[in-house]
T-cell receptor, first 114, second 112 residues
Framework: DAGITQSPRYKITETGRQVTLMCHQT?????MFWYRQDLGHGLRLIYY???????DKGEVPDGYVVSRSKTENFPLTLESATRSQTSVYFC?????????????FGPGTRLTVL | RKEVEQDPGPFNVPEGATVAFNCTYS??????FFWYRQDCRKEPKLLMS???SGNEDGRFTAQLNRASQYISLLIRDSKLSDSATYLC?????????????FGKGTLLTVNP
């Protein structure tokens, strides 16, 4: 009964390196989301996906790339990490039955870019 | 006006107190409304949805005022375990994308 998992949970990297954060859900939810959470900004949507092979930009997509080849996986890649991308990253998923559908969040990845 | 704006807090209350949080949203066509709870260094979790007629879940009562674009959360008989950040969340209009907009959160500390 894993639900939604993220890996790694903690990551330290250097400026300019490529980093991939993984997200996996076991519910077969259609929608998946990536957020970042920073002090003073709250949760901000980076990218989302309505289904496999369908992705779209959120509020803060610059510097990030996503893919969704399988329904259960939604990796987020920082192509060339910058210090401003130091943050806590949350993945979420949701099924679509009504406008009151809950989003379920993973435990988060704490990323530090030195 | 920000999309979703909350009381910044922090709120420090004694056990047993009643505390209320307020939230305003900018888009009058927003479709649905929620309160999420986030414990320190943990992921957000749904506390309750907010319906037009208002709704209650145990010690928690949520109200929606569409005319004033205002949402509230009332917690009665506060417990130590209620200490957390409370996030006001709105689903703006926009077809079927099911995106959510989060407020920055209000920190509540319940003291013994």
């Amino acid at each position: 009964d894993a639900g939604i998992t993220q890996s790694p949970r903690y990551k330290i990297t250097e400026t300019g390196r490529q980093v991939t954060l993984m997200c996996h859900q076991t519910w077969s939810h259609s929608y998946m989301f990536w957020y970042r959470q920073d002090l003073g900004h709250g949760l901000r949507l980076i990218y989302y996906s309505a289904a496999a092979d369908i992705t779209d930009k959120g509020e803060v997509p610059d510097g990030y790339v996503v893919s969704r080849s399988k329904t259960e996986n939604f990796p987020l890649t920082l192509e060339s990490a910058t210090r401003s991308q130091t943050s806590v990253y949350f993945c979420a998923s949701s099924e679509v039955y009504s406008s009151y559908n809950e989003q379920f969040f993973g435990p988060g990845t704490r990323l530090t870019v030195l | 006006r920000k999309e979703v704006e909350q009381d910044p807090g922090p709120f420090n209350v004694p056990e047993g107190a009643t505390v209320a949080f307020n939230c305003t949203y900018s888009n009058s066509a927003s479709q649905s409304f929620f309160w999420y709870r986030q414990d320190c260094r943990k992921e957000p979790k749904l506390l309750m949805s907010v319906y037009s007629s208002g709704n209650e879940d145990g010690r928690f009562t949520a109200q929606l005022n569409r005319a004033s674009q205002y949402i509230s959360l009332l917690i009665r008989d506060s417990k130590l375990s209620d200490s957390a950040t409370y996030l006001c969340v709105v689903r703006p209009p926009g077809g079927s994308n099911y995106k959510l907009t989060f407020g920055k959160g209000t920190l509540l500390t319940v003291n013994p």
